[in-house]
Each structure stands twice: as structure tokens, then as C-alpha cells.
């Protein structure tokens, strides 16, 4: 069993700054990719940030510039540091972890249960 607890969610002016985080804990062998997405009301899902176990990064065009993920492996934890808000940023923000099994084959993916980003204008 997998639980991804997150944190840091809450209500900022636009123009402020939020830091979301993210602890994989459980039975874990290896985690592959950690991302952050976002759900609006009345939309879908959508990825924000990936950071991989390399450390590479990938954005959506909408936050590049002014959201950074980063990944403290030793602790099974990733962070969403959200810079320069807009109103547009308002959403619930989810994390997902794809792990790989114990026997090392691929992968399964397991989601938080979301924290409330927003940003009032």
C-alpha cells in the first residue's frame, strides 16, 4: 500500500507564492516519474510539472517561468513551488508517483488525494 500526502495548498493573492509538497510513504521499491497536476471546476485533469528519477523536468506552457518541481529522492518527497499566482492557477492540485514493482518490472501509479490552490484576484 501507497499513500502520497500532501501539503501546502490554501488561499493567496495573485501575485503571492505557494509551496505544495508531496511524501510518497508505504511500501515503496522505486519510484520513476513524480508529477503535480490540476483540476479545475468543470475541467479535466491536467499535467502541471513531471520531474523523473534523473531529475529531468518537463512544465505545461502556462507555468513554465513561474512554477519549479523539484524532488528530495532520500525522502520520497516532491515540491511544487508556485511563483507569480493568477487567478487561472485555481484549482485542486493532485500528485501522482508511477512506481515500479518490487520485482524492478513496470509500473503502477498512485495519486494523492489533492489540495486546494487559490488565488484570488
Known amino acids: 500500500q501507497v499513500q502520497l500526502v500532501e501539503s501546502g495548498g490554501g488561499l493567496v493573492q495573485a501575485g503571492g507564492s505557494l509551496r505544495l509538497s508531496c511524501a510518497a510513504r508505504?511500501?515503496?521499491?522505486?519510484?520513476?516519474?513524480m508529477s503535480w497536476y490540476r483540476q479545475a471546476p468543470g475541467k479535466r485533469r491536467d499535467l502541471v510539472a513531471l520531474?523523473?528519477?534523473?531529475?529531468?523536468?518537463n512544465y505545461v506552457d502556462s507555468v513554465t517561468g513561474r512554477f519549479t518541481i523539484s524532488r528530495d529522492s532520500a525522502k520520497n518527497t516532491v515540491y511544487l513551488q508556485m511563483n507569480s499566482l493568477k487567478a487561472d492557477d485555481t484549482a485542486i492540485y493532485y500528485c501522482?508517483?508511477?512506481?515500479?514493482?518490487?520485482?524492478?518490472?513496470?509500473?503502477?501509479?498512485?495519486w494523492g488525494q489533492g489540495t486546494q490552490v487559490t488565488v484570488s484576484s
Open positions: 520531474i523523473t528519477s534523473s531529475g529531468s523536468t
Open positions: 508505504g511500501n515503496i521499491f522505486s519510484i520513476k516519474t
Open positions: 501522482n508517483a508511477v512506481l515500479a514493482y518490487e520485482s524492478g518490472s513496470c509500473c503502477y501509479e498512485w
